[in-house]
Nanobody, 121 residues
Framework: QVQLVESGGGLVQAGGSLRLSCAAS????????MGWYRQAPGKQRELVTM???????NYADSVKGRFTISRDNAKNTVYLEMNSLRPEDTAVYYC???????????????WGQGTLVTVSS
């Protein structure tokens, strides 16, 4: 009943920028937190950043000062503005939402299918 649809990935040169979007579909009343994880080839999935419904944020140290997360609660959409991209940012980026309440359902956690970000040197 709930899906996360990501967009905005692609290929960019080092130092460039990309903007990811993730929209949650379904008859949703509220979402506690939304954010992004990433998984580079041969590595474990790691948290990039999360934002709560109240606007509280946290970031991985590796992206602080370069990435900015924002959220539109009315649209159940989260955005990730990525600047000063580095080759080490190359990964599949996964949208995550937790604490999703609907008219007749509750989900602890839902994942998007992922969008590939490739940063060339």
């Amino acid at each position: 009943q709930v899906q996360l649809v990501e967009s905005g990935g692609g290929l960019v040169q080092a130092g460039g920028s990309l903007r990811l979007s993730c929209a949650a579909s379904g008859s949703i009343f509220s979402i506690n937190a939304m954010g992004w994880y990433r998984q580079a080839p041969g590595k474990q999935r790691e948290l990039v950043t999360m934002i709560t419904s109240g606007g509280g944020t946290n970031y991985a140290d590796s992206v602080k000062g370069r990435f900015t997360i924002s959220r539109d609660n009315a649209k159940n959409t989260v955005y990730l503005e990525m600047n000063s991209l580095r080759p080490e940012d190359t990964a599949v980026y996964y949208c995550n939402a937790n604490g999703i309440r609907g008219r007749s359902f509750w989900y602890d956690e839902v994942w998007g299918q992922g969008t590939l970000v490739t940063v060339s040197s």
